[in-house]
């Protein structure tokens, strides 16, 4: 039990979104006097019809006394299309093969679903505003309706002897899931992350400190942080630009949010349930790293890299979690392969 527990715990921490969340202070500059204060603005250039392709990565890595305990990916594709604008918004369909289910099952040592039992593809409907900026999923009570019985069915293909304690562990997480705001910042957080700097504009080679938080589905307070964001190498004649950018999350509201998730477990008054949570340690940091098409607003390569330090008084674990959005282009693959 304490494994799968260790695991939710965790997967917990490391599905929290990725970027600065509404309020985050930035800097905007504006009329720069010289390359060096050049300002940079995400705006996007789109066009009903507009497609791209891109190729999503998902690598889990977990390690136990320095020991590495799983070491695993997911590869897949996703398209993204505009499908309708006015003059204050967007509207995009995000087109992708479903793999919640196997990515639920590695997380948390489940049996995996037959193909049959999983949707084939998703298409998220979604909109921003005029700027790009992400507003929401439009169609999220569809996806929440098939979300809920990915869970539904994971558990009741769990054997019997680990049935009950599995229900107890992810009804809490299935719950938060199937919410607007689950769907938006847990199951589908490449789409925040993919819209992460549009509607702002970035003062270039300067490094920039501010005060950030992540906001949690299943908890009635956001985890702060602190963050560091620079924009460097603009090449303005391909509208073309990088951003890096680094956090450091507060431990006391790490700690904070893994009571409450025990609490909703019904876990955190049991007596065999011996980790000192009072006395834990809890490390997570961010590295990542956008290159953007700023004009007409596209990312070329996204990854993100959180690494999840924790030490229960029962030994070190450690935990990291990349995501890559890497855009490409399908006739050019299919020409190299025939030539």
């Known amino acids: 039990m304490r494994t799968l527990l260790l695991a939710v715990m965790a997967w917990t921490l490391c599905i929290l979104p990725l970027m600065a969340q509404e309020g985050s202070e930035t800097q905007t500059i504006t009329n720069p006097a010289s390359s060096d204060s050049l300002e940079v603005p995400f705006i996007a250039y789109w066009s009903v019809g507009d497609s791209y392709d891109f190729r999503i990565t998902?690598?889990?890595?977990?390690?136990?006394?320095?020991?590495?305990?799983?070491?695993?990916?997911?590869?897949?594709?996703?398209k993204f299309t505009v499908i309708d604008?006015?003059?204050?918004?967007?509207?995009?369909?995000?087109?992708f093969e479903n793999i919640l289910a196997r990515r639920i099952a590695k997380q948390f040592s489940l049996e995996a679903l037959p193909e049959a039992k999983e949707p084939e593809q998703l298409d998220v409907i979604y909109i921003t505003d005029e700027l790009g900026?992400?507003?929401?999923?439009?169609?999220?009570?569809?996806?929440?309706?098939?979300?809920?019985?990915?869970?539904?069915e994971l558990i009741k293909s769990t054997p019997k002897?680990?049935?009950?304690?599995?229900k107890q562990l992810l009804e809490p997480i299935k719950t938060s899931f199937i919410t607007k705001a689950g769907i938006e910042t847990a199951m589908l957080k490449e789409l925040p992350v993919f819209h992460f700097p549009m509607g702002v504009s970035f003062l270039a080679n300067k490094v920039i400190e501010y005060d950030d938080e992540f906001a949690v589905p299943f908890s009635s307070g956001p985890i702060t942080a602190k963050s560091w964001f620079k924009l460097h190498d603009v090449?303005?004649?391909?509208?073309?630009?990088?951003?890096?950018?680094?956090?450091?999350?507060?431990?006391?509201?790490?700690?904070k949010l893994i009571k409450t998730l025990f609490q909703q477990m019904q876990l955190g008054e049991k007596e065999e349930i011996s980790l000192k949570l009072e006395d834990a340690v809890?490390?997570?940091?961010?590295?990542?790293?956008?290159?953007?098409?700023?004009?007409?607003?596209?990312?070329n390569f996204i990854q993100t890299h959180r690494v999840l330090n924790a030490n229960l008084g029962e030994g070190h674990i450690k935990r990291q979690d990349i995501l890559r959005i890497e855009l490409f282009f399908p006739e050019e693959e299919e020409e190299e392969v025939t030539q």
Do not use: H, M
């Not at 439009?138 to 539904?152: L, P």
């Not at 002897?161 to 599995?166: A, E, F, L, N, Q």
């Open 235 to 255: 090449d303005t004649a391909n509208g073309y630009c990088i951003i890096s950018q680094r956090s450091e999350a507060d431990q006391e509201s790490a700690l």
């Open 85 to 95: 604008s006015t003059e204050t918004s967007y509207k995009v369909k995000w087109s």
């Open 282 to 299: 809890f490390d997570i940091q961010d590295e990542n790293i956008y290159e953007y098409f700023y004009n007409p607003g596209v990312p």
């Open 133 to 152: 900026t992400y507003q929401g999923v439009e169609n999220w009570k569809e996806i929440a309706d098939k979300t809920e019985i990915v869970f539904d």
């Open 161 to 166: 002897k680990r049935r009950k304690i599995v």
């Open 58 to 78: 998902k690598i889990i890595r977990k390690w136990k006394d320095d020991v590495l305990q799983q070491n695993d990916s997911i590869e897949y594709t996703a």
